[in-house]
Each structure stands twice: as C-alpha cells, then as structure tokens.
C-alpha cells in the first residue's frame, strides 16, 4: 500500500550537511499498524514527513497504491505529537473535527454523522461545543484523532501522538488507537520513542539505526490480535520482542538478518 523505496534525506548542503536518512526500505500493507522506533533524533519525524508527502526525500521515493508521493494524498491523514499546536483554539471540538472535511464536499447528513460517530468513538460526545483550552492534554489529542477519524484516512502516520501524554492516560489513548484499527480496518503507521508502546501497539516494529539512518530490522509481532495493557505485557513473547528492540536501538549490529525490504 505505501513503500519507501530508497529513501534517503540530507538537510543542507556542504559542509553544512547532514545525512538524516540513508537509505529506507519498507512497505505497509492495508489494515497493518507498523511502529517506527530508533534512537532519539535518528530521524523518525524526518521519515514521517516525507512519507506523507509534507516534505520531498533529497534521494528514493514513496509510492502510495503504487502511485509515487508528490503531495499529501487525500487518503492520508496525520496526528501530530503537539497536539495543542493541531487544533485550532478558536474552534470548537467539533469544528475542528469538521475542518478537514471540507476537501470532501460530503453532504450535510453524512458529514453529521461521520461527526457523531468519530466524536462517539473517542468519547467525547459530550464536549463537542467546548474549545481545546478547556480540554485535558489526553481529551485534546481525542480530538486530533477524532478528527483523522472523521476524515476516514485510507493509512493514518502518527508520530509520537501521546509523548507528551501523562501514563495512563497514554495507556487508554493506545488502547483507542487499537479499537480504532480494528473497528475502521485502518492501516497506521505510529513513530514512538517508547519500545513497549511500539511492541503493544504493532504488528510489525520498523528498528531504526542512528543517523545516517537505515532499517535495522523489521520485527514481526505474533501477539494475540485482542491486547491488554496487563495481560499483554506480561506475555513472555511481548517481553522477549521488547528486549530484543531495544537490544537492537543499542546494538543494531545483533540484528539477525539483512534488512527486509518488503512486507512480512
Ligand atoms: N529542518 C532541519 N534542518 C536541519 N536539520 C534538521 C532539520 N530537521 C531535523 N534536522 C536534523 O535531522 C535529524 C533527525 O531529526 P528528526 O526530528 O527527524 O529526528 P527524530 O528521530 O524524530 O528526533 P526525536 O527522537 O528527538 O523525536 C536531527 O539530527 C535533526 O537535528
């Protein structure tokens, strides 16, 4: 559904440069959750950003159903970490969901509905005609993802959406994100600096090296389907996957194989 063919990023030029991608491979199928781990600062934004089409790789391409990436393609949507910086204080919670829906043209009672129902499944109903200042961080990054929802994205990037979230919250925010998956059979792609999070949440963990960044490996997670904050962790598997990611963001050289470069 979306690859990265070689693709690689260098900010600047000259003396001045710096290589923040090598040379990226991999592809995400339709209905996957990929998450993308690596070191701090080993450029997991700068991929996000070209895999959307926000900004263009120096080197490679992104195809999307094939079609190579040269502007933000109206299946996709993003949710940002800064989530008080994605919405738009002066408009309600339900107008910022509505906002994006304008490249739709959709007629009113579907674009009703498609509200209630995104509104419904991060639940918050009740605060549609509130304003994001009077909001929790956690209700406020609802919002954002509510709004992606909304806009029905053929593949949702995510990159670090609850960093900046306190823990449990974070916890229940996850957990939405997996209900949303599986309810709207949506293909993500999730950037996270946190290895549990990256193994609970995926069913496969894109290992980035640190810059100049390549893929480490490619992980897949034979986890059960329906996961539990407790239960799930405790697992022995989703122990041994966690260990090994962050064996591997320490010593990318352990990595098994040779970079995968399709889908598992
Ligand atoms: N606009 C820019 N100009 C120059 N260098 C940049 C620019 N944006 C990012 N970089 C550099 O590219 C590298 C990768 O940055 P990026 O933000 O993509 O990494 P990250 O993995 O998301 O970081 P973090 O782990 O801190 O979230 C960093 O060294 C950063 O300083």
């Known amino acids: 559904m979306l690859t990265a063919n070689h693709l690689s990023h260098t900010y600047g030029s000259g003396a001045g440069a710096h290589a923040a991608l090598a040379d990226i491979d991999f592809t995400v199928e339709q209905g996957e959750l990929v998450s993308i781990v690596g070191p701090s600062g080993c450029g997991k934004t700068t991929l996000l950003r070209t895999l959307s089409g926000l900004m263009r790789p ?46 739709l043209h959709l007629p009113k009672e579907e674009l009703r509905s498609r509200i209630d129902e995104a509104l419904a499944a991060v639940g918050l109903t009740g605060h549609a005609a509130k304003y994001p200042g009077q909001l929790s961080g956690g209700m406020q990054q609802r919002v954002a993802i509510a709004r992606a929802l909304a806009y029905r994205p053929e593949i949702l990037l995510m990159d670090e959406p609850f960093a900046s979230i306190d823990a449990q919250t974070r916890e229940d925010l996850e957990d939405l994100v997996l209900e949303v998956k599986q309810r709207f059979s949506m293909t993500i792609i999730f950037v996270t600096h946190d290895i549990d999070e990256s193994v609970y949440l995926a069913d496969r963990v894109v290992v980035l090296s640190k810059p100049p960044t390549r893929v480490v490996t490619i992980l897949d997670v034979p986890l059960p389907g329906e996961r539990d904050q407790i239960s799930t962790k405790e697992l022995p598997e989703f122990i041994r996957l966690r260990g090994e990611v962050a064996r591997l963001i320490r010593h990318p050289r352990d990595a098994q194989e040779p970079v995968a470069a399709a889908a598992g």
């Open 58 to 103: 120096t080197g490679g391409s992104v195809t999307f159903h094939g079609d190579e990436i040269v502007e933000v393609p109206t299946g996709l949507a993003m949710v940002f970490q800064d989530y008080s910086r994605s919405l738009y204080p002066w408009l309600t919670v339900e107008d910022n969901v509505r906002f994006p829906l304008r490249r």
